[in-house]
């Protein structure tokens, strides 16, 4: 079980917009930024969002994502076909003195 | 280009070792923090363990650090990862992954992955 927790599945038809969240508590979210990660079978994870809301040069506008207390949110507008794909939130946990992740949600477009 | 290359990985039997390493390429391999991430099939990802830009730190989840130990080499951009005692639960794809300050764990390889027979 995930210290942070995401729904497993998300699911929109092209051009929609969707919404994951990310709820965590006090140690982390709650204390440390959140990032989002994508990650396609076979390829190497790819960061899309660093503290909280920042994205990466080269990630698309599309994406924007919240931090409140202890839950993040990640939202994805103009849904595409190459969208599909597992997201990952992540944290570090200052009880656990790790980094944590959720488990993980599969969009569907 | 920024890129993470892992190797290593294989079949090995319950009990036994392995390490696994990766290569640095395309930046100051030296100036960052290093990390491994792993992913059980069908499961989220989990990390592992860090290690600090001189090796002088290192970190690990508390499940895995009596069996697991991160190690570097900046003089030949390398980043390893000794893991034994071995058991059927630790099959997964490791990940390599750069720290950044600034953006976090922002540069991951491929994978290389461990299969544990039972």
């Known amino acids: 079980q995930s210290v942070l927790t995401q729904p497993p599945s998300a699911s929109g038809t092209p051009g929609q917009r969707v919404i994951i969240s990310c709820t965590g508590t006090?140690?982390?979210?709650?204390?440390?930024?959140v990032h989002w990660f994508q990650h396609l079978p076979r390829t190497a994870p790819k960061l899309l969002v660093y503290?909280?809301?920042k994205r990466p040069s080269g990630v698309t506008d599309r994406l924007s994502a919240s931090k409140s207390g202890t839950s993040a949110s990640l939202a994805i507008g103009g849904l595409q076909s190459e969208d599909e794909a597992d997201y990952y939130c992540?944290?570090?946990?200052?009880?656990?003195?790790?980094?944590?992740f959720g488990g993980g949600t599969k969009l569907t477009v | 280009e920024v890129q993470l290359v892992e190797s290593g990985g294989g079949l090995v039997q319950r009990g036994g070792s392995v390490r696994l390493s990766c290569a640095g390429a395309g930046f100051a391999f030296s100036s960052y923090r290093m990390s491994w991430v792993r992913q059980a099939p069908g499961k989220g990802l989990e990390w592992v363990a860090y290690?600090?830009?001189?090796?002088?730190?290192?970190h690990y989840v508390e499940s895995l650090k009596a069996r697991f130990t991160i190690s570097r080499d900046n003089a030949n951009n390398s980043l390893f990862l000794e893991m034994s005692s071995l058991r059927a639960e630790d099959t997964a794809v490791y990940y390599c992954v750069r720290f950044s300050w600034n953006y976090g764990l922002d540069v991951w390889g491929l994978g290389t992955t461990v299969t544990v027979s039972s």
């Open positions: 992540a944290s570090w946990d200052d009880n656990l003195n790790a980094w944590v």
């Open positions: 006090s140690s982390n979210i709650g204390s440390n930024t």
């Open positions: 503290d909280n809301y």
């Open positions: 290690i600090e830009q001189d090796g002088s730190e290192t």
